[in-house]
């Protein structure tokens, strides 16, 4: 995760912070970490190696009922349930040991066949496995939780005035940024927000297709600590 820098050298409060929520394209790309569907690898899913359990040692010991919670809050994935059953019945099969497996799975059980990112001009599609990938790697790394802790204090590291920018990528990301700004609008803790996130174009989309789920939202911190709120909501 990658952050912007607050004030000389990052200390004291800054005159604005921009926040990409996104995982790196470098750690998706390396088969090691086992972030990627695409490519084989270990189910590490760790941003940090050094410490917490991998993905791998999840699966291993979560129920059907917590796999599918985590699928549908994390990952957004219409049909949590059903996957969660497939993937905890590999498991018990001992069929989950890499990333390779995880796609199998639900590659074999959507009948997807060989899968294609465009499969016509101006089309994506979503692979069976990229909802379940996103939502193993937030599980593993409790993302939502640090992202709610970081919210809490951004208003300590604006300078009157100041903005912040954050970019989220899915719906759980974007509904805590929504909220932390509407609620500093109320209080008073910023002084304007933006009204919906913005997108990314279908030029931006075409020339990066992992820029297809990025929404951007802002809000300025007011310029007279605990006065009104001028904003929008």
Known sequence: RSG???GPGGRGPGDGVLMDLGI????????????SFR???????????????????????????ELANALQ?????????QVAELLIEARDRGEL????????VLLDATKTGR???HPTAGKWTTHPAARTFQALRILVNRELSSLDRLLRVLPEVLKPGGRAAII???????????????????????????????????????????????????????????GMSSGST
């Open 97 to 104: 040991q890499r990333t390779s497996d995880v796609s199998r």
């Open 115 to 117: 899968w294609r990112l």
């Open 168 to 226: 989220s990528f899915h719906s759980g990301e974007d509904r805590l940024v929504k909220a932390a700004f509407r609620d500093g609008l109320r209080m008073g803790v910023y002084e304007a927000a933006s009204d919906e996130p913005e997108r990314a174009t279908f030029a931006e989309r075409t020339a990066n297709p992992r820029a297809r789920s990025a929404k951007l939202r802002w809000a300025v911190r007011t310029h007279v600590p605990g």
């Open 24 to 35: 790196s394209s470098p750690q998706i790309d390396d088969p090691a970490r086992g972030f």
């Open 4 to 6: 912007g820098a607050a």
């Open 73 to 81: 809050e994390f990952g957004d994935e219409p049909d949590a349930k």
């Open 39 to 65: 490519r084989d690898g270990p189910l590490d899913m760790r941003m940090d190696r050094t410490r917490g359990r991998t993905a791998a040692q999840i699966l291993t010991t979560i129920s059907a009922k």
